[in-house]
């Protein structure tokens, strides 16, 4: 079975500062990638994605994913975080049957 | 437009109860989900139909019982109502059953109680 270990609930940082969110993930069977975001009161979108190729991902609004799978990793970057940035943060691998499993989240609270 | 919409937004109820949750999407998607996320965050896979057929049934107990009127619903119905069946439930929608392939959109959650 496939697991995925948030291991950060809360990560403070200032506006400005770069963030890093940590992912890893265990599987014996090929996975797929991803980072969803919630915002309060709504329900999870998708951030990125990691399919195949590159290992580097990006999503429109800064944020970056780098797939390494001798680290079974796949941390969530961003250089420069935002006010509106502050949400929680769901890393999730799917396996080739097309279930997902999720993390248990990391709160990115953005402070002015 | 909401595009994934589910009703209620909370639920209080006792032990022994039955209740119903409901979800709508307007996307035109084939495939449909429900997901528990318990005390710990961890979202979990409970049940996915494609074009109103069951496709997925994670190990859930026999008094969740999902039901597929069309393609562009997807209620949940819970008998007997237990404690540990206090969670937020989400559902969500894809345009295919190839998730890892399709986005899934997600509802707003329905924040259960039992008491």
Redesign the interface.
């Known amino acids: 079975a496939q697991s995925v270990t948030q291991l950060d609930s809360q990560v403070p940082v200032f506006e400005e500062a770069p963030v890093e969110l940590r992912c890893n993930y265990s599987s014996s069977v090929s996975v797929y990638l991803f980072w969803y975001v919630q915002y309060p009161n709504q329900g999870l979108q998708l951030l990125l994605k990691y399919l195949s190729g590159s290992t580097l991902v990006k999503s429109i609004n800064g944020f970056e994913a780098e797939f390494n799978k001798s680290q079974t990793s796949f941390h969530l970057r961003k250089p420069s975080v935002h006010i509106s940035d502050t949400a929680e943060y769901f890393c999730a691998v799917s396996d080739p049957f097309n279930k997902f499993y999720f993390g248990s989240g990391t709160k990115l609270n953005v402070k002015p | 437009d909401t595009a ?1 919409s589910q009703t209620p937004k909370y639920l209080v109820t006792q032990m022994g109860n039955d209740k119903s949750i409901k979800c709508e999407q307007n996307l035109g998607h084939d495939t449909m989900y429900w ?1 528990k996320q318990d005390s ?6 409970m049940f ?1 139909y494609n074009n109103k057929e069951l496709i ?1 049934n994670e190990t859930v107990p026999n008094r969740f019982s999902p039901k597929s009127p069309d393609k562009a619903h997807l209620n949940l119905h819970i008998n007997s109502l237990e404690l540990g069946d206090s969670a937020v439930y ?1 559902c ?1 929608s894809s345009q295919t ?5 399709d ?7 329905t924040r259960l109680t039992v008491t």
């Open positions: 994934v997901y710990k965050k961890f979202l979990k896979i996915s997925i989400f969500a059953s190839l998730a890892r392939l986005e899934q959109y997600f509802g707003p959650g």
